[in-house]
């Protein structure tokens, strides 16, 4: 199986406290990955670190060919408590910003990047809120809206902090049916979860993190009880709603 992300005794510390410790993984390509983990275990630190807005204290991150010789092979979508939705800017504006990447040295976008943004805001049922200011949307519209602007961006991996949190029911079964749909035309999704609950519905693969590495697999050998108990404690167990 191909790999799109590995990393090799990845380290990040935030002052003198490891966020996460001696991390290996490897991602394979065209399939959704779940990264799974308690409150503090690293999981968006993990996300950083791939990205490279953390320095590293250790370790490397490696990726797929598309990803290392074009920066517009990642799309990322963070978490919605880290997002100025103050800023004086449309939906349609903010998710037009997904095509800046493609675009010549003072090149500003032009019919073909105006199409791509309605056919994404299409895609997450959002056209009709075009012209609203971002922080006017409630907690799911806004998380459509950044899962737009991902997808107009046309990258080949995409990293998401949550993007279920704060969404409710028949938002997220939309979202991961194109989450799904993005995996089948041959894309790679990493997504930090914390649903214990759908991880064998949604996710092909699973990392399992605690600061370190526990476990990383497909999830039918991963997504153990064993594995969960060791990552999350009894609390793991707990979420599941199963007795240990």
């Given at each position: 199986?191909?790999?799109?992300?590995?990393?090799?005794?990845?380290t990040v510390a935030?002052?003198?406290q490891?966020?996460?410790?001696?991390?290996?993984?490897?991602?394979?390509?065209?399939?959704?990955?779940?990264?799974?983990?308690p409150?503090?275990a690293?999981?968006?630190?993990?996300?950083?670190?791939?990205?490279?807005?953390?320095?590293?204290?250790?370790?490397?991150?490696?990726?797929?060919?598309?990803?290392?010789?074009?920066?517009?092979?990642?799309?990322?979508v963070?978490?919605?408590?880290?997002?100025?939705?103050?800023?004086?800017?449309?939906?349609?504006?903010?998710v037009?910003?997904?095509?800046?990447?493609?675009?010549?040295?003072?090149?500003?976008?032009?019919?073909?990047?105006?199409?791509?943004?309605?056919?994404?805001?299409?895609?997450?049922?959002?056209?009709?809120?075009?012209?609203?200011?971002?922080?006017?949307?409630?907690?799911?519209?806004?998380?459509?809206?950044?899962?737009?602007?991902?997808?107009?961006?046309?990258?080949?991996?995409?990293l998401?902090?949550?993007?279920?949190?704060?969404?409710?029911?028949?938002?997220?079964?939309?979202l991961?049916?194109?989450?799904?749909?993005?995996?089948?035309?041959?894309?790679?999704?990493v997504?930090?979860h914390?649903?214990?609950?759908?991880v064998?519905?949604?996710?092909?693969h699973?990392?399992?993190?605690?600061?370190?590495?526990?476990?990383?697999?497909?999830?039918?050998?991963?997504?153990?009880?064993?594995?969960?108990?060791?990552?999350?404690g009894v609390?793991?167990?707990?979420?599941?709603?199963?007795k240990?």
């Open positions: 199986m191909e790999t799109a992300i590995q990393t090799h005794q990845l935030y002052g003198a490891p966020a996460i410790w001696n991390v290996d993984v490897s991602i394979p390509k065209f399939g959704m990955t779940g990264i799974l983990g409150n503090g690293g999981k968006s630190t993990f996300l950083k670190a791939i990205l490279g807005t953390v320095p590293k204290l250790s370790g490397q991150v490696n990726l797929h060919e598309l990803a290392k010789f074009d920066a517009n092979a990642i799309g990322y963070p978490q919605r408590n880290t997002v100025d939705w103050d800023f004086p800017t449309s939906v349609f504006d903010l037009m910003m997904g095509t800046y990447g493609r675009l010549r040295w003072f090149q500003r976008p032009g019919k073909k990047e105006r199409e791509a943004t309605w056919e994404a805001l299409r895609q997450v049922k959002m056209e009709e809120f075009a012209d609203r200011q971002i922080g006017e949307l409630s907690g799911g519209q806004q998380q459509r809206v950044f899962l737009a602007r991902a997808f107009v961006q046309r990258a080949s991996i995409y998401m902090d949550e993007p279920f949190a704060g969404v409710d029911a028949s938002t997220e079964n939309m991961i049916e194109l989450l799904h749909q993005l995996r089948d035309a041959g894309n790679t999704i997504l930090v914390h649903d214990l609950t759908t064998a519905e949604y996710f092909d699973v990392v399992l993190l605690n600061r370190k590495l526990i476990a990383c697999g497909d999830t039918p050998t991963t997504f153990t009880a064993e594995n969960i108990e060791t990552a999350y609390a793991g167990m707990q979420l599941l709603g199963r240990s």
